[in-house]
């Protein structure tokens, strides 16, 4: 048995590079109300690179099962006492409910891709994952496949929770799976244009903390704002203005997150003029208000 861990004593501000995306309450619902999606569908993502002070505990284990791919660095995890090291090139798998606590070496931090995910099969793929729980830890050498798959993941939830997003990004996270599962049939990504929405949807993303108008937007692909509010939630499922504010929540949610930054002035950082709508907009989105996000994310690193 390793030495137990303790929680990290110095303040964590965040990491430089860091992304998440906490996926609403409603498209959570609506993936399992759809057949199609209830068998195995994202909660949460994100990339946290070089996590120096990366802590969490979980009491009563998570609702949902987690994946923590290390590519750099070493973390532990600890189980019923049991502390384990995860090295860059291994993943780890903690099932749903399971109590829990991990983090980054304090001299070597890791830098882990992760993402936490549920559905009526999900407990197959951990049981895959696992070969039925024998180990909770497995190799897994760096690929470009697996990268490729991660990032049109991400980028795809960045672009819209319609249908057909949601459809799509969870049979990529099934091959992303696959991937641990069975890394003999990994092979080189495909590359694909970026089309003139994914262009205003990463000017979005470049512009987070300003105000834009639809006629600025629409301006950018040199389009009327009608034909580009219409072609825009073709794609994404939310009119461009709707869909940048989501863009400012999930910036919020990492703002509240990994700083102390009062809400207010994350409000106004992000270009939102009154915290009362800010707050109103966040509570839509994640079903809970930004104080009560902050205070139950706070919460779980708790000692």
Not at 275 to 302: D, I, M, T
Request: glycine letters at 6%.
């Amino acid at each position: 048995m390793l030495e137990e861990h303790v929680q990290p004593t110095k303040k964590k501000d965040g990491f430089n590079g860091q992304k998440s995306i906490v996926l609403p309450r409603n498209v959570l619902n609506l993936c399992r109300s759809k057949q199609l999606l209830s068998n195995l569908y994202l909660t949460d993502i994100g990339f946290y690179p070089n996590a120096q002070y990366h802590y969490r505990r979980r009491e009563q284990g998570c609702a949902q099962h987690i994946l923590i791919y290390c590519t750099e660095g070493q973390g532990w995890v600890s189980f019923d006492h049991i502390t384990k090291v995860i090295r860059g090139g291994e993943y780890l798998i903690i099932p749903a409910n399971k109590r829990h606590r991990y983090g980054a070496d304090p001299n070597i931090p890791w830098s882990i891709y992760w993402a936490h995910f549920t559905g009526e099969t999900s407990s197959e793929f951990v049981n895959l994952l696992t070969k039925d729980n024998e180990n909770l830890i497995g190799p897994a050498a760096d690929n470009e496949k697996r990268t490729a798959l991660f990032g049109d993941i991400y980028s795809t939830l960045e672009t819209g929770h319609s249908i057909p997003h949601l459809c799509y990004i969870n049979m990529l996270f099934s091959s992303y799976l696959g991937t641990f599962c069975f890394p003999q049939f990994l092979s080189a990504p495909l590359h694909e244009e970026r089309s003139k929405m994914d262009e205003v949807i990463a000017y979005m993303q470049e512009h987070i903390h300003s105000v834009c108008t639809l006629t600025e937007l629409a301006a950018l692909v040199h389009i009327s704002p009608s034909h580009f509010s219409s072609l825009f939630k073709k794609k994404t499922g939310y009119p461009p203005l709707e869909y940048f504010n989501h863009l400012k929540i999930q910036r919020a949610c990492q703002y509240l997150e990994f700083t102390d930054i009062p809400v207010k002035e994350i409000c106004y950082k992000l270009g939102m003029t009154d915290p009362f709508y800010f707050s109103r907009v966040f509570s839509k989105y994640l079903g809970e208000a930004p104080v009560a996000f902050r205070k139950r994310k706070r919460f779980n690193q708790l000692s």
